[in-house]
């Protein structure tokens, strides 16, 4: 047993097509449960409002846009070492899940800024790096649809994926030295006893691990696409040559 | 490796075009803004760091798809990799041969077009030590870029989209060095960062644009 044998396309396909509605199921029910939970059953925060459960949204999608590119990065790492190429199109497969988490990161933050801050769009630094990391995507995901042989696009989009991860970092870095940040810091890290009151706490965990689990239903949906995309495409091609 | 940086400044300048075009696009920038923002010297004084380098940035953009494409069309791309020159050498001579053609007269042009913004006098030397210091990294980077798209029959546009993101803490870095400067504050810290891109993009983008090159040429 490792997990190498997933390395095959056909070991892969039975796996992922024996997990896929078992994760789906468990993201559906953990997002539904987060969220009404989160919406209709937690108290309005004292100044805020109820424009404080917008949070069930922002952060979950906001750390699975951050997640989404260090997949990709693995993924694209182990194509180059170890060739495989159900990881090239895993790869392929969660950049545009990633991005369109990054948009909801994105749109969800301008729509709880506005009533807190006083407007929907402000250069600070959480807000900048990710719209670098939205520029990076989409980047990365145009590279993969302008070149036409699959294993030259998905070498070169290995490539791009090391090198943006390495500059992406460092214009996270440079944009708070570039400007002070109106955005708090960090509510949820795992070194801190305390992160967010627990009325708020256990329903956004619920959120996290609904969109955790989407994000894998999603890329393994779209991996399998993409490998059935692959196989249809030699099926014609043998019989454009038979 | 001077060889392959003679030929290929030879045929910048020979050749027409990509020599001059980024010069003359950095002074259209220069001349255009004021039109866009209107002509008060007060304004324009404290936009000028900024536009001249991204003005500069945009410039350097312009002429990086003939770093490589030209060599790959005429097969003189198969050739010199066939030669015993390493890539990643070949990679560092032709981003070496960019910032010849393009980093360094932008550098010089960039205080007599400072003079159209009205930058401050006090920010001119900052200017150019920045310019001086940064481009080379565009220049790297860009070729990085060049590398990755020398396949695709229009890949300029692409091109664009991929450089430009990577652009960013160095842009970063250099505005903020002569935004400092201008105002008379500290400079050595962005200075610094600034070094260290340049630096770390020498002695890591020939690599992988050589791995890009090696790729597109299986």
Known sequence: MSIWKYANPKKFMETSGWLLPYVTVSAVVCLCVGLVWGFFFTPDDFRQGSTVKIIYLHVPSALMAINAWLMMLVASLVWLVRRHHVSALAAKAAAPVGVTMTLIALATGAIWGEPLWGTYWAWDPRLTSFLILFLFYLGYMALWEAIEDPDTAADLTSVLCLVGSVFALLSRYAVNFWNQGLHQGASLSLDKEKNVADVFYHPLLVSIAGFVLLFLALVLLRTRTEIRARRLKALLRREQTA | ?218
């Open chain 2, 1 to 218: 490796m001077i060889p392959v940086l003679q030929r290929d400044l030879a045929l910048a300048v020979k050749g027409g075009g990509g020599f001059g075009l980024g010069l003359a696009f950095f002074l259209i920038i220069v001349v255009l803004v004021p039109f866009g923002v209107g002509p008060q010297s007060e304004l324009l004084s404290r936009i000028a760091p900024g536009i001249l380098w991204v003005g500069a940035l945009l410039s350097c953009l312009l002429s990086l798809d003939r770093i490589f494409q030209l060599d790959f069309e005429d097969g003189s791309l198969d050739l010199l990799a066939t030669s015993p020159l390493p890539l990643e050498t070949l990679a560092l001579a032709k981003a070496a041969a960019h910032w010849l053609t393009t980093g360094l007269p932008l550098t010089l042009a960039a205080p007599i077009l400072g003079l159209l913004l009205s930058l401050p006098t006090s920010a001119v030397f900052w200017l150019v030590l920045t310019l001086a210091i940064g481009t080379p990294a565009l220049s790297l980077i860009g070729a990085f870029g060049a590398a990755l798209t020398v396949g695709l029959k229009r890949g300029g546009l692409l091109l664009s989209i991929l450089v430009l993101p990577l652009y960013i803490p160095t842009l970063i870095f250099g505005a903020e060095v002569v935004r400092r400067g201008a105002d008379g504050l500290a400079t050595a810290t962005p200075l610094l960062f600034l070094g260290g891109i340049t630096a770390g993009a020498l002695a890591i983008l020939p690599f992988a644009t050589a791995a890009a090159v090696r790729i597109n040429l299986r």
